[in-house]
């Protein structure tokens, strides 16, 4: 037996941290790269005597991604803490929800999705290269997550990683969560297991811990299959536990043996009364959600006659640009597609600093670029010192010198005077050699320096060589 003998089952447990200002149960921000432990406060630190309060835009956070995805909104739950003891954890509990979750019953595309609760975040253990020292940052901890739990439904890495990037779209577009992988905002838990193709008993599964880029998910949930199935074929039994996966040496270790509910003695927190969801909450989240991405694609290809890669390119974080810039700018939805997708995709990926770049200003480009004013080469350079400085496109065209010439009268001396140069190539032309038009275009703009009107060009050209 091999690997293609089996199938591998992944569910996910996704760790979406909300676009709040302030942290779940205490008045401290939630601004990422403070100093260690400066953003911290009694209640975060499990100091004797101290309260936690709720705050009331986690709650609402919480309904719009249930709504978004499709969830049922219990009108009633309850907190409980969570036990157990680790030093990035001060209460030596976490308060989140266990049995009556805010949300459940949700789907993305095919995925099903069990339930999402709200909980605050622990702290973060950080070790010494040489494994001498571990220190503890508590500026995490009390910061406010959305906990996004999803059926075993997923049949590869690969429907993984799709589900996830999925996921994360629709929380970004809804203004919930900001989708950094890197600083751990977005960060996900998955559940590994396989079974024999044809078996209908789901096989025991392992926990991968904390991953938090695509490219290690997809590594990570591989690797560990390839593991299990390794066991099983040598008669071993796998183990339920929980894992890390380390993408030095491409293998997942224990890390502990998996718990299980009754390992944590859950039980409602007597420090906060139950969340209570109502009517006038729901519709009023309900009446702000904004297009989800999925409709958005669909409303660009109807009506906007993208292609379906644009409008999937188009209908996530560019879209409030894309759609901005293309009310401003009145003219074709690919003119406006292709220069996002194009120059302003790569100067965001080339340029270090903040994008100084507006609708109004991308709006002006192209309109420039269309009148003729500028070449559509010209116009990448005025881009690139629009982005990076904020300046007017007139303002920087006239500054860089890249008006083109539009006289027919000035490009008509032009033309003549390179025909009149070129004797023999003329003729070749009009005895049918066509292909040396490029040559008197070439000719005509290396005598105007670059500034002469393409468009009108050709046209003279070819008028003129009959």
């Given at each position: 037996m091999s690997l293609a003998d089996f199938q591998v089952v992944v569910g996910l447990e996704v760790h979406a941290q909300l676009l709040t200002q302030t942290k779940i149960f205490s008045p401290v921000s939630t601004t990422f790269g403070a100093e260690p432990n400066a953003s911290t406060h009694p209640v975060c630190l499990g100091m004797p005597g101290t309260l936690p309060v709720l705050n009331e835009a986690v709650v609402e956070l919480a309904v719009r991604a249930g709504l978004a995805l499709g969830c049922e909104i219990r009108a009633r739950s309850v907190w409980s803490r969570k036990h157990y003891f680790y030093p990035d954890s001060p209460k030596?509990?976490?308060?989140?929800?266990?049995?009556?979750?805010?949300?459940?019953?949700?789907?993305v595309g095919e995925v099903r999705i069990r339930r999402i609760h709200m909980e605050e975040d622990a702290g973060k253990s950080v070790h010494d290269a040489d494994g001498t020292r571990s220190l503890v940052d508590l500026n995490r901890a009390g910061t406010p997550l959305l906990e996004i739990v999803s059926e075993p439904d997923l049949r590869s890495a690969d429907d993984a990683v799709e589900y996830l990037k999925a996921l994360r779209e629709i929380l970004m577009a809804v203004g919930v969560n900001d989708g950094n992988l890197e600083e751990g905002s977005f960060r996900?838990?998955?559940?590994?297991?396989?079974?024999?193709?044809?078996?209908?008993?789901?096989?025991?599964?392992?926990?991968?811990?904390?991953?938090?880029?695509?490219?290690?998910?997809?590594?990570?949930?591989?690797?560990?299959?390839?593991?299990?199935?390794?066991?099983?074929?040598?008669?071993?039994?796998?183990?339920?536990?929980?894992?890390?996966?380390?993408?030095?040496?491409?293998?997942?270790?224990a890390m502990r043996s998996k718990e299980d509910a009754h390992d944590y003695r859950y039980f409602p927190d007597p420090d906060l009364p139950p969340v209570v969801v109502?009517?006038?909450?729901?519709?009023?989240?309900?009446?702000?959600?904004?297009?989800?991405?999925?409709?958005?694609?669909?409303?660009?290809?109807?009506?906007?006659?993208?292609?379906?890669y644009d409008a999937g390119l188009l209908s996530g974080a560019w879209s409030q640009l894309f759609e901005a810039t293309l009310k401003a700018y009145g003219g074709?939805?690919?003119?406006v597609a292709n220069w996002i997708i194009g120059e302003v995709s790569r100067l965001q990926n080339e340029v270090s600093e903040p994008s100084k770049l507006t609708p109004e200003l991308l709006a002006a480009l192209l309109k420039a670029v269309d009148a003729g004013r500028i070449s559509a080469n010209a116009g990448k350079d005025v881009l690139g010192e629009v982005y990076?400085?904020?300046?007017?496109?007139?303002?920087?065209?006239?500054?860089?010198?890249?008006?083109?010439?539009?006289?027919?009268?000035?490009?008509?001396?032009?033309?003549?005077?390179?025909?009149?140069?070129?004797?023999?190539?003329?003729?070749?032309?009009?005895?049918?050699?066509?292909?040396?038009?490029?040559?008197?275009?070439?000719k005509v703009m290396k005598a105007m320096k670059g500034k002469a009107n393409p468009k009108v060009v050709n046209e003279l050209v070819a008028k003129k060589l009959g």
């Open positions: 030596g509990y976490q308060i989140t929800q266990y049995d009556q979750p805010i949300c459940e019953h949700g789907r996900c838990d998955a559940n590994v297991s396989v079974m024999k193709k044809g078996a209908s008993e789901l096989g025991t599964r392992c926990e991968l811990k904390n991953l938090n880029s695509f490219r290690f998910i997809k590594q990570a949930i591989e690797v560990e299959a390839a593991r299990q199935v390794e066991l099983l074929e040598g008669g071993k039994a796998v183990v339920q536990e929980t894992r890390l996966f380390d993408p030095d040496r491409g293998e997942t270790r109502s009517p006038s909450l729901l519709e009023r989240v309900r009446s702000a959600l904004p297009e989800l991405p999925a409709a958005k694609r669909e409303r660009y290809a109807a009506e906007l006659k993208l292609s379906p074709e939805a690919k003119k990076r400085s904020g300046r007017g496109v007139d303002e920087v065209i006239a500054a860089k010198g890249l008006e083109q010439v539009s006289d027919v009268a000035a490009i008509e001396a032009a033309v003549d005077a390179v025909i009149a140069q070129s004797p023999s190539e003329a003729a070749s032309f009009k005895a049918g050699k066509t292909a040396l038009l490029g040559f008197f275009v070439g």
